[in-house]
């Protein structure tokens, strides 16, 4: 027994040995990472903002101006003052998270996010006309969504000219030997009014006409749409009804033009119904629209499916996934992540070989997007090594050592100024917007009349919809901006267009069919990527109508980010001069500036 005590007492040592110098080895491993920190933090005297460089502070922090982090200002070593290189610190690198990768050849594929909806298809889609002109004395398909025959009796109708022409086939059949040609006529006219053979076969049997006059369905299908009622007058080839056979359904879907690259005739296509979860149809692109949507920017691409049990129903919303790659040999492709526009150039950060530390500005040629990367026509080799991350902390040092950057298409001389036509700092795509901005404005047209105070008021009314669908992107909530974008289409209905006459009549029919359009877009859209780009729309077509028509007592504030949509920048209206970004919500919440304000008083 004492054998076994002794044993015991030992583990027991050793346990609490080990315990010991465990917590002896992981606090000893926390000093460094927490001082190294500390002496990283130490060795920065100053910090900047990478979109806004004339911001200077002597600690890390936001940027008063767009919100984002500051980051280290970089010193330039000697050896680098007079070339196109940037040396950062290894607490450079390690603070602005900067990271590369190789450039490589690969595929080129793409997966397309697609949005839609179901659709008869208009092959199959049959307009049951009244085949003579009479009184619609009964009617045995009373309401749309019944399903019908072909041959079953949809209708009677009392026609007189039927009536007569009944009674003179029946004269006819006591010259029919005599006179055959007769007898051949008079069948003949009954057959130009569609009845068939056994109808005038029974008329004859009968000896008798008929009054009241059966009309056959001449196809199967269902009753989409119903156009008379009992006892309506109708005139030979009057619509009765509307039948579409939905044996097989057409889904329409809105590729944005960027993407028509891609698709191809022949192409799958994966969807969902939203009202049907779990189940997943698929179809091959029959067709693509030759013309694109102007207001929208979206091209219709057809799918035609065979609808088993009849699942899929007109009017459904659908989600669809196309997968496909550009033909040809394998490409270079670039992350996203790794190119910064300017308006017109796009650049990349080289690393320089034999150094982590070292990198020069390069311009690229891009070719088309493939979702996260983008296609790499001109600038970059097989095997080079770009920043993926972090390009605008080694941007805001180039800028700062007064090199080519993506502000500065040349290095800046030692007095400060730019030389040879340079871009100032801070311009770009936002001064190219702001021109393109200034003729718009130029041109806009003046009102033909008096605008009255009551349109301008159901033009308040909408304007107040838009911000309701700008504060919903605000909040990332797409549901919000689907419902916001549903009362926007409300209120444009609501819009007494009568008050304005002749010229400024037709201004409106053009912004109102620019913002029902994209009203509609923002509703089928579950996703807010493609809800904020239809938004960037509603904004250019609300504004023109609004600085054409006017609003009473409102006050505009017209502002722009330049980091929306891969840096090419984009507005919005506001009635707070704070800068709450519809484009980024809390990622970027107050990056942008006021452009303009408009103000308009009764």
């Known amino acids: 027994m004492n054998k076994y005590i002794k044993f015991g007492l030992i583990g027991l040592v050793v346990l609490l040995a080990g315990y010991m110098l465990g917590r002896w080895t992981s606090g000893h491993e926390e000093v460094p990472k927490q001082s190294q920190k500390k002496e990283i933090l130490a060795e920065v005297e100053d910090w900047t903002c990478s979109m806004h460089p004339q911001i200077h502070q002597s600690e890390p922090g936001k940027c008063p101006i767009c919100g984002m982090d500051l980051i280290p200002v970089t010193k ?80 009677s109708i009392y026609s007189p000219e039927l009536f007569t022409a009944q009674e003179e086939l029946l004269e006819s059949i006591n010259f029919k030997d005599s006179n055959p040609v007769l007898y051949e006529s008079a069948r003949t006219k009954l057959k130009r009014w569609k009845l068939d053979d056994d109808q005038i076969n ?165 070719g088309p997007s493939l979702g996260n990367e983008y296609v790499v026509e001109e600038g970059l080799k097989d095997g080079e090594e770009i920043v993926t991350n972090g390009a605008f902390t080694v941007d805001a040092a180039t800028q700062l050592a007064r090199k080519k950057s993506m502000m500065n298409e040349t290095e800046i001389s030692g007095d400060g100024l730019h030389h040879h036509g340079d871009h100032v700092p801070g311009s770009g795509q936002r001064q190219q917007n702001m021109d393109a901005s200034e003729k718009e404005k130029s041109e806009l047209p003046e009102p033909e009349g008096i605008i009255p105070n009551g349109f301008k008021k159901q033009l308040q009314d909408v304007y107040d919809t838009y911000l309701m669908i700008k504060d919903a992107l605000v909040a990332s909530d797409a549901d919000k901006a689907k419902k916001g974008a549903e009362n926007l289409n409300n209120a444009l209905t609501q819009v007494d267009m009568t008050l304005v006459k002749g010229r400024d009549h037709l201004y409106w029919m053009d912004r109102l069919n620019g913002m029902q359009e994209v009203a509609k877009t923002i509703v089928n859209h579950i996703q807010l990527d493609g809800q904020r780009k239809a938004f960037s729309g509603l904004t250019t077509e609300l504004l023109k109508g609004i600085k054409y028509f006017g609003l009473i007592d409102e006050k505009i504030y017209y502002q722009y980010c330049p980091m929306a949509f891969d840096s090419k920048g984009e507005y919005w209206m506001s009635r707070e001069e704070e800068i709450r970004n519809p484009y980024f919500g809390d990622e970027m919440l107050s990056c942008g500036s006021v452009e303009e304000i408009i103000e308009f008083k009764n």
Do not use: C
């Open 202 to 366: 029974q008329i004859i049997q009968s000896g008798k006409a008929i009054e009241d006059f059966p009309v056959k369905a001449d196809v199967n299908g269902y009753a989409i749409r119903k156009y008379v009622n009992l006892l309506d007058h109708v005139m030979e080839g009057d619509p009765m009804y509307e039948i579409a056979n939905l044996s097989s359904v057409w889904v329409l879907f809105d590729a944005y033009e960027s993407d028509l690259l891609w698709i191809k005739k022949g192409d799958l296509v994966e969807f969902e119904i939203y009202s049907l979860p779990g189940k997943v149809f698929s179809g091959k692109v029959q067709f693509i629209d030759p013309v694109v949507n102007p207001q929208t920017r979206t091209v219709s691409i057809r799918v035609e499916v065979p609808n088993v049990n009849f699942l899929l129903k007109p009017e459904m919303f659908v989600s669809g996934r196309l997968s496909t790659k550009l033909g040809g040999d394998q490409t270079l492709s670039v992350p996203k992540s790794a190119v910064m526009w300017t308006g017109k150039r796009s650049i990349v950060y080289v690393k320089q070989p034999g150094s982590d530390f070292k990198f020069s500005m390069r311009e690229v040629v891009l």
């Open 76 to 155: 330039v070593d000697d050896e680098d003052q007079n070339s196109g290189v940037v040396s950062l610190s290894s607490s450079d690198i390690r603070l602005g998270n900067v990271e590369t990768s190789k450039v490589t050849y690969r595929d080129s594929q793409k997966e397309i996010s697609l949005q839609g909806k179901v659709a008869a298809d208009e092959r199959k889609v049959y307009s049951q006309t009244a085949h003579f002109t009479g009184r619609i004395e009964a009617l045995n398909i009373n309401f749309t969504g019944e399903y019908v025959r072909a041959g079953q009796v949809i209708a």
